[in-house]
């Protein structure tokens, strides 16, 4: 795994190279034990499109280290990961459906994001780049597994949530660093 994070790494355009965190949720045994893989991503709901979601602010992978708003209780550990992500050239990336406040799923049905997400354009980056930042530029989204390096492994607990990034966390995240 660290060998193709390499290869990959030395691919990029710019080797821009972050420390960032990432809450895999349902999947955290599968990617704790095995690493990165497209066959994880959510296709029912993934904003940006079907990749991996990293962010700066513990915040953010906080609501999603046991799924979105499932909160275990003060005794049940939460994983959130840090990791290493080669970020190349990033662009700015719209939500595919636009934001609705209170609802994360944009007042869509399932069967209309899973379209979306099915969609190509919504399973890579934007031409000429190999991340994207979400338009509140507060997430890095990539697309490839080979750009991950899972460097330590948070497990926590918590009594509550850190606060919702759909909700009162909004525009208060601390920013993805842009490319200089």
């Known amino acids: 795994m660290l060998k193709d994070f390499r290869t990959e790494f030395r ?15 349902a999947a955290h045994d599968l990617v704790a034990e095995r690493g990165f893989a497209k066959a994880y991503a959510n296709m029912n709901f993934n904003a940006y499109g079907a ?10 992978p906080d609501f999603f280290a046991t799924g979105r708003e499932n909160h275990p209780g003060p005794s049940e550990a939460r994983l959130v990961l840090l990791c290493c992500v080669a970020a190349g050239k990033s662009a700015i990336k719209q939500r595919i459906f636009p934001f609705v406040p209170g609802d994360p799923k944009s007042g869509r049905p ?8 099915a969609k190509p354009e919504n399973r890579k980056a934007p031409d000429g780049c190999q991340s994207c930042i ?26 509550a949530f850190a606060g919702n990034p759909y909700d009162n966390l909004r525009g208060s995240l601390k920013e993805i660093p842009q490319e200089t």
Not at 51 to 60: H, N, V
Not at 110 to 117: D, I, K, P, R, Y
Not at 134 to 159: C, G, H, K, M, P
């Open 11 to 25: 691919k990029v355009h710019g080797q821009r190279q972050l420390q960032l965190l990432h809450a895999p949720g």
């Open 51 to 60: 990749g991996f979601y990293f962010a700066q602010d513990l915040r953010l």
């Open 110 to 117: 399932v069967g209309e994001w899973q379209a979306e997400l």
């Open 134 to 159: 979400s338009d509140t530029n507060d997430e890095l989204i990539v697309y490839e597994a080979n750009q991950i390096y899972v460097e330590y492994s948070i497990r926590y607990t918590s009594s």
